[in-house]
């Protein structure tokens, strides 16, 4: 089994800052590529970043110059600084990680962590 435990969500207001923390556990041999995706209720689930074990990073767009996506390997943690935030950033913030084992990725995630940023 693999478990992806979140920390770091809460209440800020906008132009404050926060930062999401996610460790993951269990059966994680193979553990490649970490990122953070969010959801709104209705709404598909986005990408907001991902990084990989050798430190490559992706963000959307609407996140780039304001969040920074990191990790610690010796950890197999993720974290991710929300920096400059806007009350559209207001979501569910759901913890992703893939292992490959033989050859195939297998995709896990996280319970989710609310975040709110208050106008």
């Known amino acids: 089994q693999v478990q992806l435990v979140e920390s770091g969500g809460g209440l800020v207001q906008a132009g404050g800052s926060l930062r999401l923390s996610c460790a993951a556990s269990?059966?994680?041999?193979?553990?490649?590529?970490m990122g953070w995706y969010r959801q709104t209720p209705g709404k598909q689930r986005e990408l907001v970043a991902t990084?990989?074990?050798?430190?490559?990073?992706n963000y959307a767009d609407s996140v780039k110059g304001r969040f920074t996506i990191s990790r610690d390997n010796a950890k197999n943690t993720v974290y991710l600084q929300m920096n400059s935030l806007k009350p559209e950033d207001t979501d569910v913030y759901y913890c992703?990680?893939?292992?490959?084992?033989?050859?195939?990725?297998?995709?896990?995630w996280g319970q989710g962590t609310q975040v709110t940023v208050s106008s």
């Open positions: 992703h990680a893939v292992i490959v084992r033989t050859g195939v990725g297998y995709m896990y």
């Open positions: 269990g059966s994680i041999f193979g553990l490649d590529r």
């Open positions: 990084i990989t074990s050798g430190g490559s990073t």
